[in-house]
């Protein structure tokens, strides 16, 4: 039985094609903008919660106070809906200052247009660290809406990340002073707990007079911690009564910006700090480590790096560029397609970038890899299919190179294999190890060069002045190719720079281009070598502990040390 009741207008066929279609249009409204205060935490991308990955992941477009919020969309865990998400920094005003929060607002506003969702990222907490409440508003007055993901305050971070036990400390009081101090507050810092201050560094001497003004001991112990939560992180230790002095001098050797966010304790805490400065007391804590490769290729390597507290900076060393002739990798594609192999095998990262650009050049996704093998030399090649869709029937259980993947290959079977040919695709300059390694096993090996690697350009002069000079205190090779072509383009680390190499090979290239290295990785991998690094650096650490000298890092030896 219809649902209509019979005899009604709407089941009438005469006032069906009578009638005219009512219009709607009135009740279809534009989508509004939306912008989401997010919390990135105070500087260590791995504090990002949930909520701010998931947000930044299905962001229009990006807001950011400052470049060096970037850090934290570069972190493995965080992914944009597609590459072309607008990102606009803010700036600050020619006094160093943040822009007003009406500026930043029309800022936001404009992103906003069209019913975009635009993510504000904020350093430490939002609503606590940030002082968005303002920008907020004017959001709301300009027609949007918004909402908060929480962050980790750099309030209660930094202190830790200090090695401050706040959980002792009696009498806690939290307070910012971004601009300048007030009376109001320097009133409340006169009593015997633990103070914690988020301010600039130029307004650390005018909060210690304020602090000694209303009564606090001068010998209180103080620490004042420069880039709280990153691998920059710096402190100072004093006591009240010298800390104008101590601040003043530090900022004029360092040539810290007035303007810089700093963290200021003071108190019973303090004192408690030499046993529990965790993470100043990593092994390659305050380390520059020069990697000569891009930020994709040295990702997981970096990553395991800032583990250990060291900064990372990455100088590329190859350019990729298309094979000259592209008949013989279309060929290939088309062969692939058609049910030409049995295995396809990737020996790196532009590898299966050069693949997938071709199939995406005709249209084709991972769904035509359906019925075929495939093994990849290591992790990080496995992880690139695998964003692509793609699970990888192989990748070596022991070492991570041609070698061993050759060894793990399966020999060619007449019986329970099909097809004896493999399709490899790989660099103009690659090795033929694994190609003689399959050759051996029976199988069919059609390699073909899928990329050209060029020397990249040089890096800027400064970075190629630090390198020479000894500004960084080690550098990463994972190949004989990084250590010619770093040589080539930027020539020689110093001599104090400590070499760490992915294994022997790579060893002996750095000795013929006059490098004595330092450390080489148990096993011919990333990871692996970065763990290498961080343990001859603690040993090193351990030899001037048993010495009773302070612990300087190898750009140090020769210089000042900086502040401890």
Not at 448 to 473: C, H, L, M, N, Q
């Amino acid at each position: 039985m219809p649902d209509s009741v019979q005899g009604t207008p709407d089941t009438d066929p005469s006032a069906d094609s009578q009638s005219t279609p009512p219009d709607h249009s009135s009740l279809s409204l534009p989508t509004r903008g939306r912008v989401i205060f997010v919390g990135t935490g105070p500087g260590d991308p791995d504090l990002l919660t949930l909520g701010a990955v998931a947000a930044i992941a299905d962001a229009d477009a990006l807001v950011l106070d400052h470049e060096d919020l970037r850090t934290i969309l570069e972190h493995p865990s965080v992914s944009t809906k597609n590459e072309d998400v607008p990102v606009t920094v803010v700036g600050r005003q020619p006094s160093g200052k943040l822009q007003p929060p009406s500026s930043r607002a029309r800022t936001v506003l404009k992103q906003s247009t069209g019913g975009r969702r635009v993510v504000r990222l904020i350093a430490g907490d939002p609503f606590l660290d940030g002082g968005i409440a303002d920008e907020a508003a004017a959001c709301v007055r300009g027609g949007i809406d918004f909402e908060v993901v929480p962050g980790v305050s750099s309030l209660t971070a930094v202190p830790e990340y200090a090695g401050i036990a706040m959980q002792n400390a009696a009498g806690i009081h939290f307070a910012a002073a971004p601009d300048r101090v007030t009376k109001a507050q320097s009133a409340q810092w006169s009593n015997s707990g633990t103070l914690v201050i988020s301010t600039k560094a130029g307004l650390v001497a005018e909060i210690a007079d304020a602090a000694l003004a209303n009564g606090r001991p001068g010998e209180d112990a103080v620490l004042v911690t420069f880039d709280g939560g990153t691998t920059l992180q710096n402190s100072l230790m004093s006591v009240l009564s010298e800390l104008a002095e101590d601040i003043t001098a530090a900022i004029a050797d360092s040539g810290t910006d007035p303007e810089d966010p700093v963290h200021v304790m003071v108190g019973p805490a303090v004192s408690a700090r030499d046993d529990l400065s965790w993470y100043e007391s990593k092994p390659l804590f305050g380390w520059r480590v020069l990697v000569p490769r891009t930020k994709e290729q040295a990702g997981p390597m970096t990553t395991r790096l800032r583990s250990y507290g060291a900064h990372s900076e990455e100088v590329p060393t190859i350019s990729v560029e298309p094979p000259r002739s592209p008949q013989q990798m279309d060929k290939a594609v088309r062969g692939l397609v058609e049910g030409r192999y049995e295995w396809v095998v990737f020996t790196s990262v532009n590898a299966v970038r050069a693949v997938r650009e071709r199939f995406e050049a005709y249209g084709l996704d991972a769904r035509a890899f359906s019925g075929l093998k495939v093994a990849a030399v290591g992790n990080t090649t496995g992880a690139a299919l695998q964003a692509w869709g793609i699970e990888p029937d192989l990748v070596p259980t022991g070492e991570h190179s041609a070698a061993g993947l050759a060894a793990e290959f399966p020999p060619y079977d007449d019986t329970l294999d099909p097809i004896n040919r493999v399709f490899l695709p790989r660099a103009d300059i690659a090795t033929e190890t694994l190609t003689a390694g399959l050759t051996k096993l029976g199988w069919e090996v059609e390699d073909v060069t899928a990329y050209r690697t060029v020397r990249a350009s040089p890096p800027p002069a400064e970075v190629r002045e630090a390198i020479k000079t000894g500004k960084f205190d080690a550098v990463v090779f994972t190949s004989s190719s990084t250590v010619r072509n770093l040589v080539g383009i930027a020539g020689k680390p110093h001599a104090s720079t400590v070499i760490a190499v992915i294994g022997p090979a790579t060893a002996q290239t750095c000795i013929e281009h006059g490098l004595s290295v330092d450390v080489m990785a148990s096993k011919p991998s990333a990871i692996e070598l970065a763990d290498g690094l961080a343990n001859f650096a603690a040993e090193r650490r351990d030899a001037f502990l048993a010495k009773d000298e302070p612990v300087l890092r190898p750009s140090e030896v020769r210089g000042k040390a900086r502040r401890r």
